[in-house]
């Protein structure tokens, strides 16, 4: 089992560009979530999926901000445009199921807005 | 919504000694509670869980206790090794499996 597999690792990009942060949950998990960590605000839910489904995005910061699952082996998070502020690192995790099930999150993408 | 407090913020312990992080939550209908080891530069990393019928969970040198009355559970690490040190975050979740961390506590044995 490879784990939640997350792509890039690292970002780098200019204020006001696109980022898409790429998400790949382990085979068979039916539940995907996309967490923020900063310093100042720790671990954020920011979406989460359940089946391919958005169940909740009330997390999601602002309109800048998208997530897609197009199937049950993918999903992206998009930032367009980027802003400074938006550096953090970006965690996917999936479950076995909704109901109380314990995480396997992925490695993290450490995003850098300059 | 839930919330969560995790404290304290930062522990420092001499190896071999006991370290006990204590979290709140407000909302009665939670049911679930795990904790996360996060060492530096890496992903959290789920070490020990409770549900909401059990006091108690014990692995190894980590357990958690749960009072549902008071709504608050600890983790307990006992004989502490310098692998211990981490950033240990605990989590609340109701329904929907949709966690919601505490804050973390920074953990530091000391050989």
């Known amino acids: 089992d490879a784990g939640v597999i997350q792509s890039p690792r690292h970002e780098v990009t200019e204020m006001g560009q696109e980022v898409t942060l790429r998400c790949k949950p382990i085979?068979?998990?039916?539940?995907l979530f996309w967490y923020r960590q900063t310093m100042m605000r720790g671990l954020e839910l920011l979406i989460y999926f359940n089946n391919n489904v958005p169940i909740d995005d009330s997390g999601m910061p602002e309109d800048r901000f998208s997530a897609k699952m197009p199937n049950a082996s993918f999903s992206t998070l998009k930032i367009q445009p980027s802003e400074p502020r938006d550096s953090a690192v970006y965690f996917c995790?999936?479950?076995?199921?909704?109901?109380?099930?314990?995480?396997?999150f992925g490695s993290g993408t450490r995003l850098t807005v300059v | 919504g839930e919330n969560v407090e995790q404290h304290p913020s930062t522990l420092s312990v001499q190896e071999g000694d006991s370290a006990v992080i204590k979290c709140t939550y407000s909302?009665?209908?939670?049911?679930?509670f795990p904790w996360y080891k996060q060492e530096l530069g890496k992903r959290p990393q789920l070490i020990i869980d409770?549900?909401?019928?059990?006091g108690e969970k014990k692995d190894q040198r980590i357990a958690v206790t749960l009072n549902k009355t008071a709504k608050h559970f600890s983790l307990h690490i006992t004989e502490t090794q310098p692998e211990d040190s981490a950033v240990y975050f605990c989590a609340v979740s109701g329904g929907y499996n949709k966690l919601i961390f505490g804050a973390g506590t920074r953990l530091a044995v000391h050989p």
């Open positions: 909302d009665s209908a939670s049911n679930y």
């Open positions: 995790a999936s479950s076995w199921d909704l109901y109380n099930y314990g995480y396997t």
């Open positions: 085979s068979g998990h039916n539940s």
């Open positions: 409770i549900r909401s019928n059990v």
